[in-house]
């Protein structure tokens, strides 16, 4: 039987990925969005796109849920506005599918939520241990508390007896969004650079096994909690400036010190500089086989699309 999936955050370099994934597989999915005219030009007449979640009848019979909507986490400096803005736009949805997941006269199996590896924030021993999903947050650092905010929000689905996965992304790698275009393009013409020391762990994950993780956990019903979605290894930020170039024919010359980094973004600078080594534990162990399990196959695959 195919599957219906409410998808929030649809729009998103994820949810795209996602969307068009689960389609292709015959599944029904309606979107959340904020501008429902906007997605459903982006998505297709296939998607169903909904303003709110109100729009959703008691009667709709809805297999999964995914969560993956909120303001984007790299970006502007974490000012207080910007801080409560990340807490608020993806607790404020989670509190909405709460309400549904109330009223719904047959609840989904399970939701899926976007949690980050932030939720280990960093650490002066960044070289061990490799964090797996036992490992504790560091309260008072934001990226920590906003993964935890995340992961709390999603909790109550699970006394309506939802299974519910927090998946941990590490940096999504792919052609259509995140992190890697501006990159890519800055490599490219020869422009990669090392970060502060270089030395700072930086897990990643193809947006081929970030989409077959979400995937992963809607379908296989033991998977329950957090769930590392990062590659099996995680390079230095060095070796991976450097294998982006070279998945570009270049090498890497350029050098940013930590100082004016810090001085930029503030706290936020901690993504760049920062890391701790992390691994996909729940998911191995569940059986995941990953597409994309080494840095350089997945850059040589994205560089051929970029
Ligand atoms: N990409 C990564 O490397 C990465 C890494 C770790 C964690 N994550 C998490 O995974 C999730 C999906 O990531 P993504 O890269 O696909 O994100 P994205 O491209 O920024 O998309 C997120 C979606 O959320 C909605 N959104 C944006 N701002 C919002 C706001 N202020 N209030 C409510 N909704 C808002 C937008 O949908 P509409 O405009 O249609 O409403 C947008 O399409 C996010 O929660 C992200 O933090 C991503």
Redesign the pocket.
Known sequence: MSLNVLVT???????RALVADLLRGGASVIA????ARA?RALLGPRVRVVGSLQEVADDEAIDACVH??????LGPPWTAGRRR?LLE??AR?AGDLMALLRRLRQRPRVLVG????GWYGRSPDAANPPCDESHSPQPGQFQSDLCVAIEQALRPAQALGVRVVALR????LGAD???YPPQARAARFGLASVLGSGRQPVPWVHIQDAVGLARFAIDHEALAGPVNAVAPQAPTQAEFARALAASFGRGVWLRMPAAPLRLALGEMADLLLEGRPVVPAAAREQGYAFRFPGLEAALADLARRH
């Open positions: 955050g649809a729009t998103g370099f994820i949810g959340l969005s904020r501008d997605a993956l909507a909120g303001a984007r986490v803005l736009s993806r949805i976007a949690s980050a590896i992304f590490g940096i999504v969004g995140g992190a």
